[in-house]
């Protein structure tokens, strides 16, 4: 069974940071592109960032870049969004996902490209 779980969400004051952590199992990790994204209430889910499944190539969306940063651990079949500077606009459910990539440097920034999901980490950021 293919789970995706988030954790590292919470309560930070702007300027602050985070680091959230997604722990993937029931599939070959080392397959799959990894991607975070965040939603709230009423909008589209926004891409975030994404990385390769070797890890190699990475992207961010335009709102995040120059502040959050993607790693990922093929070992401990993980994915890290380190947030840094928070804006009171980075508050949202924040979801991390996987799919699967047959070029080793393949990335993925559309929501529709992601085959699986987590359940989602509420960061809120106070002014």
């Known amino acids: 069974q293919v789970q995706l779980v988030e954790s590292g969400g919470g309560l930070v004051q702007a300027g602050g940071s985070l680091r959230l952590s997604c722990a993937a199992s029931?599939?070959?990790?080392?397959?799959?592109?990894m991607g975070w994204f965040r939603q709230v209430p009423g909008k589209e889910r926004e891409f975030i960032a994404t990385?390769?499944?070797?890890?190699?190539?990475?992207y961010y969306g335009a709102s995040v870049k120059g502040r959050f940063t993607i790693a990922r651990d093929n070992w401990k079949n993980t994915v890290a969004l380190q947030m840094n500077s928070l804006k009171p606009e980075d508050t949202a459910v924040y979801y991390c996902?996987?799919?699967?990539?047959?070029?080793?440097?393949?990335?993925?920034?559309?929501?529709?490209?992601?085959?699986?999901w987590g359940q989602g980490t509420q960061v809120t950021v106070s002014s």
């Open positions: 029931g599939f070959t990790f080392s397959s799959y592109a």
């Open positions: 990385i390769s499944r070797i890890g190699g190539s990475t």
């Open positions: 996902s996987a799919r699967r990539a047959i070029i080793p440097t393949g990335i993925f920034t559309a929501r529709d490209e992601y085959e699986y």
